[in-house]
């Protein structure tokens, strides 16, 4: 994976975090618990990123 893409990963995963964690039933959650669903989230984001950086998938415009 380049480095744009795990930055752009990286990203991807901090929002989704704060977006997920900002509902009152999240924050109600055990902290291993959410631990736990921020890892699933970090794995599938970063997961896609790479495989659209593997495929050479790119947006034109």
Do not use: D
Not at 5 to 17: F, H, K, N, R
Not at 42 to 51: C, D, E, K, Q, S
Request: net charge positive.
């Amino acid at each position: 994976m380049s480095q744009t893409g795990l930055i752009v990963g990286i990203i991807s995963v901090i929002g989704a975090l704060i977006l997920v964690t900002s509902h009152s039933r999240f924050r109600a959650m055990p902290m291993g618990q959410t631990l736990k669903l921020a890892l699933i989230w970090a794995v599938i984001i970063i997961g896609l990123v790479a495989i659209i950086q593997i495929s050479g998938f790119q947006i034109q415009q």
